[in-house]
């Protein structure tokens, strides 16, 4: 076991329940003062082409005692992880920058833009809202590409995007389905209405692939009549939502079960032709026609917002990205990822369908009845909060498995959809005839089950659960490479001796290089190494006090570290000597990523970063010395996240937490890092012992925050 992993388990343990900071009068002090020998150390570190590899090496390293490898000047990238653990932002000020002898000027930004929810009768789609074309009559006779003519009948369903109505075949026709069936479903979506503002749907180049796909409806035809772009296709009959309905809201676990691994299989097809479905729901889950052979035969529709998990010209997986503004799909039933505007992937349709199949035993779900702007927010917040223990109560544990197992997935893992099945095996009736749904995917599925089955249970490492439903809030703290420095740190700090800190810092020649607060005591490192030449700080009752900053820019001061507490008040730092050319801040309820992703269009990147109470503060330079900037947010530390930038070459530059969120801002500087080792580091007392370890490497404390970590 290594030995800085072993600390840091040792701190979680110990205050598990209790991590909070240490008492004030453990106030402590500290300097380190640079020792000759760690000079030549480090030379050299490698580029970012071998960054993955040498992540993969000295993460091997790491689990040594040795120092980890960097004599040879590889790239340390460490994660201790003692335990894994929509609102309308309301600005308070966004003060657009003061340039060297430019005139200062005020801006208040509009709120941030609220998700376009729309109220649907089981639950929240996002994605799609009233349009033309519901309330345009759609045509009473269609006839579309070389299709027969049909007459328009009763109205089958409607959707945010779509209408969905009988078509009777006006002459000839003798089968029930197919493309010469004497009813076919036609669904309509009108030219003006949102997806179609390029030509047709979208969906309907997802069935230039998936058409004939297992378990999706046929499409016959397809063509624009008038106003309406319409497809012919197979009829199917209830939806699961409506058949839970009819069943007095429940459905019983064997029921479920057959749904669960005919699901399952479905949607092995749908990912194996290189789609993801990105709306798993009972209501996208619709049986055969009642009266036909087909009536106890599971369909999934609605490819509107099926996306690519794999490339189709290079056959790899899709990138990783974040883009926390970003929402698609029905909030009860998404994925956490989603919620997070993560990548889709194949474990978010595996997620959504575990939520889908929970739902329809317990007729409910914890996070239904959340209203309001924060809405997705909130129900992501208590998705991550519900441990598979309280989710799964009153379900037979196969459910409780498969959610575990499809939400400790990785982003580009492959699902194990075998496995996945067998988890109902105990549950399905072995006689076809009593079975409440048709699973024949399920059971081509499991022919292979078998020799699977043994390989993995060889070969498979226990996996970390990441939703334990117990927040907990931590200290995080970076460490990068460094020229050995002076560095000092002080923590527990109250207001009033905050100056006496900071003067003797600035006799002894170093500038404040970070700030943050835990329990509204307040810690500060300090350095040799910032490059400032000039420094003041506030330390104000109100959280970034507009005045006292704009006073500064006039001065030509920029904003290097901002602390802000629970009680609201907030520790400025100002510096000279910075190379900033421009600066901008903003306050707001909710992690600010519209905002942020606005301003990175006008060349700006983050450069601090913190939150008071639940608000966050943000500010952002132009000329801060990074060519690229991602965003990493989320209701746990984004471990699996972390990496995979790390990877990418990026490296934590800025990160805030409240008690609920944590957000890491990781960039790419613009000139090369010597040396690119970064650590980070959680911990339920300030990490006093660790920094001096870290110390001794010449690793320096570069960010640190407070708040939440695991969950
Ligand atoms: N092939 C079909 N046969 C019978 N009913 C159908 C068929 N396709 C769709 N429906 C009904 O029409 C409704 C709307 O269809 P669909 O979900 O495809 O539209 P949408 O506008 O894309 O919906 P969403 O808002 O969920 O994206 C469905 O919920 C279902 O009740």
């Given amino acids: 076991m290594p030995e800085l992993q072993s600390g840091a388990r040792r701190s ?11 008492p004030a009068n453990q106030e402590e002090n500290w300097l380190v003062q640079p020792t000759q020998n760690n000079r030549t150390r480090r030379r050299g570190g490698r580029g970012r082409g071998n960054a993955a590899a040498a992540v993969k090496g000295l993460a091997a390293a790491a689990t040594t005692s040795r120092p980890a490898g960097r004599g040879r000047g590889g790239i340390r990238l460490i994660d201790l992880d003692p335990e894994p653990p929509v609102k309308a932002a309301v600005p308070q000020a966004v003060v657009a920058p003061v340039g060297a002898g430019e005139a200062a000027f005020n801006r208040v930004e509009g709120a941030a833009d609220k998700d376009n929810a729309m109220e649907g009768g089981s639950a929240d789609k996002i994605l799609g809202a009233e349009e033309e074309g519901s309330t345009t009559p759609v ?8 299709s027969p003519a049909y007459k328009t009948e009763r109205k089958l369903g409607k959707g945010g995007f779509g209408q969905v109505y009988v078509g009777r075949r006006v002459s000839g026709g003798s089968e029930r389905t197919g493309p010469d069936a004497v009813e076919v479903a036609l669904k309509f979506e009108h030219r003006n209405s949102k997806g179609c503002n390029y030509g047709p749907p979208y969906e309907w180049q997802v069935y230039n692939t998936l058409n004939g796909c297992y378990g999706i409806p046929w499409v016959h035809y397809k ?49 194996l032709k290189g789609f993801v479905h990105g709306d798993v729901k009972p209501e996208n889950f619709l049986l055969g026609q009642p009266g036909s052979p087909d009536e106890k035969k599971l369909y999934l529709i609605d490819l509107g917002l099926a996306s690519r998990w794999k490339d189709a010209s290079s056959g790899h997986h899709v990138d990783y990205d974040q883009r926390p503004d970003i929402f698609r799909g029905t909030i009860r039933y998404a994925s956490v990822h989603a919620h997070l505007g993560r990548t889709g992937s194949r474990r978010d349709d595996l997620e959504s369908l575990a939520y889908t199949l929970i739902f329809l035993i317990k007729g409910r779900l914890p996070w239904q009845g959340y209203q309001g702007d924060n809405k997705s927010f909130l129900v992501c917040k208590k998705k991550m909060a519900t441990s598979p223990d309280l989710m799964c109560c009153f379900c037979p544990a196969p459910f409780k498995q498969f959610l575990e197992a499809v939400t400790n997935m990785k982003f580009d893992e492959e699902p194990n959809y075998s496995k996945l099945i067998s988890f109902f095996d105990s549950l399905i009736e072995p006689c076809t005839i009593l079975r409440p749904i048709r699973i024949d995917g399920a059971l081509k599925v499991g022919q292979k089950r078998g020799r699977l089955l043994i390989n993995l ?30 560095q000092r740190y002080h923590y527990n700090v109250a207001d009033s001796r905050l100056r006496q800190h900071v003067d003797k810092g600035n ?14 005591l307040w810690a500060l490192i300090m350095d040799a190494g910032t490059g400032f030449s000039a420094q003041v700080y506030e330390l104000s009752a109100v959280f970034l006090h507009k005045d006292w900053i704009m006073e500064q820019w006039e001065k030509n001061f920029y904003i290097s570290s901002i602390a802000g507490a629970a009680n609201g008040s907030s520790l400025v730092v100002m510096s000279k000597g910075t190379p900033y050319t421009q600066q901008s801040y903003k306050v707001s309820e909710s992690f600010p990523f519209k905002w942020i992703n606005k301003k990175w269009k006008e060349g700006f990147h983050v450069t601090s970063m913190t939150t008071a109470g639940s608000r966050w503060g943000v500010v952002m330079s132009r000329n801060s010395g990074f060519s690229e900037q991602v965003v990493e947010l989320d209701f746990l530390y984004p471990s699996e996240g972390i990496h995979r930038r790390w990877e990418s070459g990026y490296r934590i530059t800025s990160m805030a937490a409240t008690t609920d969120q944590a957000a890491f ?24 012992n660790h920094v001096k370890e870290k110390w001794s490497k010449n690793l320096y404390i570069a960010s640190i925050c407070y708040g939440r970590t695991v969950c």
Avoid at 461 to 474: C, E, I, M, N, Y
Avoid at 508 to 516: E, F, Q, R, T
Avoid at 665 to 680: A, C, F, G, N, Y
Wanted: glycine share 6%; net charge neutral; with cysteine.
């Fill in 457 to 486: 249970e060889e070969d498979e490492q226990p996996k970390k659960k990441v939703r334990l439903g117990s927040p907990a809030t931590q200290w995080i703290s970076v460490y990068n490479a460094r020229r050995p420095m002076k």
């Fill in 12 to 22: 979680k343990r110990l205050t598990d329940l209790q991590p909070a900071t240490q």
């Fill in 139 to 146: 045509p009473e006779r269609v006839q579309v590409g070389n």
């Fill in 223 to 271: 063509g624009r009549q008038g106003d309406f772009y319409i497809l012919v296709m197979d009829m199917l009959g209830p939806s699961l939502w409506d058949v839970w309905n009819s069943l007095g809201q429940s459905m019983s676990p064997s029921m479920v079960a057959c749904i669960a691994v005919e699901a399952i299989s479905i949607l092995e097809k749908l990912h």
């Fill in 665 to 688: 801002i990781l960039s790419i500087p613009r000139r090369k890092m010597v040396d690119e080792t970064q650590e980070t580091l959680r911990t339920s007392a300030f990490p006093s």
């Fill in 507 to 520: 006799e002894d020649g170093l500038y404040i290089s970070c700030v943050a607060s835990a329990a509204n």
